[in-house]
């Protein structure tokens, strides 16, 4: 799975044979899975801890909200991450100007905008492996412009007001793998699905 995420850019560069290749082996994990109650703890309440609890970057994507971002003329795709602090989950996208890929770093020093759209997670009745969200903020942080620490500028965020709030049986993701390494989640709107490797941090 790593190698083929690797080979074909998370899936932004995948070829149908490589989106084949990709469903097998996904298949295959989770013929393999051994987790029956992924959604345990994901909304802080029980004190009782989260098997999802931590740092996640993706390494596959099938989801056409993520991957149409690969079109984008101007920014290209850095990393992308799921970091769950229950209850709270954050979708972290890093954007880098195409550019600076063109060129050496004397040339094009190095820039960095990193959107983070900030969830509430929270389990849903009868069903163990599945995540409920709801949209809470979103926020745009400048990290690096032109190779020099843009940290101590101020984001620009905003919440969500309400009316963004999806209902219980739109809002919500199910886990279809999960171990210490490695997580497979299929969105249910707009669909797709998620591979994320368990990283020691979501550093740009």
Request: aromatic share 8%; with cysteine; charged share 20%.
């Amino acid at each position: 799975m790593l190698q083929l995420g690797a080979s074909y850019d998370r899936g932004f560069g995948a070829s149908p044979n490589a989106r084949t290749q990709v469903e097998d082996v996904i298949a295959e994990l989770e013929r393999l899975n051994d987790s029956t109650d992924a959604a345990r703890g994901i909304d802080g309440s029980t004190g009782e801890s989260s098997p999802m609890e931590g740092n996640w970057r993706m390494v596959w994507c099938t989801a056409s909200d993520v991957l149409i971002l690969g079109a984008n003329p101007l920014l290209t795709v850095g990393a992308i991450y799921q970091i769950y602090e229950p209850p709270i989950v954050t979708n972290v996208i890093d954007l880098i100007p195409r550019i600076q890929n063109l060129f050496p770093p004397s040339m094009a020093p190095s820039s960095l905008l990193r959107a983070e759209v900030q969830t509430r997670s929270s389990p849903r009745a009868d069903y163990p492996m599945r995540v409920g969200l709801e949209f809470e903020a979103v926020s745009l942080k400048p990290v690096e412009f032109l190779g020099m620490d843009a940290g101590s500028l101020p984001p620009l965020g905003f919440d969500l007001p309400r009316v963004f709030e999806m209902p219980e049986d739109v809002g919500f993701f199910d886990v279809t793998f999960l171990d210490e390494e490695l997580v497979v989640i299929k969105q249910n709107a707009p669909g797709g699905l998620f591979v994320l490797a368990r990283v020691d941090d979501a550093s740009p």
